[in-house]
T-cell receptor, first 115, second 113 residues
């Protein structure tokens, strides 16, 4: 069955520190992979996506993610976190399945940033 | 501006009173979906639509209905809401291939008392 696991429910980092949010997926075919961010009271904004090519993808707001097929992972990273990065982050896996563009989400990781 | 618009943003209703949450997109997307978000569960798909008059159940369809009479609109209908449908709801739309991801609306926070 298709699934996405985000092992960390909450993460707290200091402003300026580096960040890595973990994501593992289970998918029968080559997946499309996404990271979304949800700021408090807001909808979901697409940070970055991977579907082929270079396994290190760059996104908005200084985020990047690396696809590792052997580990079924798509971890999100940022070298220096800003206070405005405090939000909830969702990893998602998707693709054409039965002719439909299906997207499955992880449970999310809530990021807190200390000054 | 390309966007998905949901209304209302907030809604408090009583058990059993029918309600509709509207969703409209201006990007000419074929695919549209409804998700509900609950703490610790992430987003779970309620219903989706591949095009006009083509809809199907997602992972948690019980208690919900949808229709897709026009490409741009995809309303979510709760015929007889119950307290376990208290949640944050998101409408999303996507182009016809999986690589684009979804564009999400701002959400509708529904409370059923």
């Amino acid at each position: 069955a298709q699934s996405v696991t985000q092992p960390d429910i909450h993460i707290t980092v200091s402003e300026g520190a580096s960040l890595e949010l973990r994501c593992n997926y289970s998918y029968g075919a080559t997946p499309y992979l996404f990271w979304y961010v949800q700021s408090p009271g807001q909808g979901l904004q697409l940070l970055l996506k991977y579907f082929s090519g270079d396994t290190l993808v760059q996104g908005i707001k200084g985020f990047e993610a690396e696809f590792k097929r052997s580990q079924s992972s798509f971890n999100l990273r940022k070298p220096s976190v800003h206070w405005s990065d405090a939000a909830e982050y969702f990893c998602a896996v998707g693709g054409l399945s039965g002719g439909y563009n299906k997207l499955i989400f992880g449970a999310g990781t809530r990021l807190a940033v200390h000054p | 501006e390309a966007q998905v618009t949901q209304n209302p943003r907030y809604l408090i209703t009583v058990t059993g009173k029918k309600l509709t949450v509207t969703c409209s997109q201006n990007m000419n997307h074929e695919y549209m979906s409804w998700y509900r978000q609950d703490p610790g569960l992430g987003l779970r798909q309620i219903y989706y639509s591949m095009n006009v008059e083509v809809t199907d159940k997602g992972d948690v369809p019980e208690g919900y209905k949808v229709s897709r009479k026009e490409k741009r609109n995809f309303p979510l209908i709760l015929e007889s809401p119950s307290p376990n449908q208290t949640s944050l709801y998101f409408c999303a739309s996507s182009q016809s291939t999986g690589s684009y991801g979804y564009t999400f609306g701002s959400g509708t926070r529904l409370t059923v008392v």
